[in-house]
């Protein structure tokens, strides 16, 4: 069966954003998932002729702090457990919070190949945050802008090479 890549991160990231922008028009839907989200959390993804499935671990709107840290543990442990790679995705315009510490702490568990990945560098210089984010221990951060579509390609290679 296809490997199967999971977004992970604190609400707001863009985590959906890079989701949608990942599967573009590349992909089948393959599930959705009522009650857990009422977005599609499931896609195809494919990339140099590599097919995998991607997941959305997001999804709820999550109203309170503690909701925040029990939505994003279980998309933490869901991720470890499914998965063949996570992406971690955290905000290069805000920098890093405790929040993002939370889900480092967590991934940090796992064996599994984990890519760090800085979203919202919507143009060609360095994140002012960006060596913030070595903290987490997950070596070198790659910069993307989901929603330009920046760093999207070698996103993939990565992804893809960890395969
Ligand atoms: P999620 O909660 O992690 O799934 O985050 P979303 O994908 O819902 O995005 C949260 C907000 O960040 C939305 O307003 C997005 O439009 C915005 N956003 C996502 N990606 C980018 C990006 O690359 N650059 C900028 N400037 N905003 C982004
Ligand atoms: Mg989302």
Known sequence: SKPIVAVVGRPN???STLFNKLVGKRIAIV???PG??????YAEGEWLNKYYTLIDTGGIEPESEDIILSQMRTQAELAMDMSHVILFVVDGKVGL???DREVAQMLRRTKKPVLLVVNKVDNKDKSEHFYD???LGFGDPIEISA???LGIGDLLDEIVDKF
Do not use: L, P, Q
């Not at 857990?36 to 959390?41: A, E, G």
């Open 97 to 99: 919070t405790n929040d």
């Open 13 to 15: 990231v863009g985590k």
């Open 133 to 135: 984010f070595y903290e």
């Open 31 to 33: 599930e959705d998932t």
């Open 36 to 41: 857990v989200t009422r977005d599609r959390i």
């Open 147 to 149: 929603s330009i579509g």
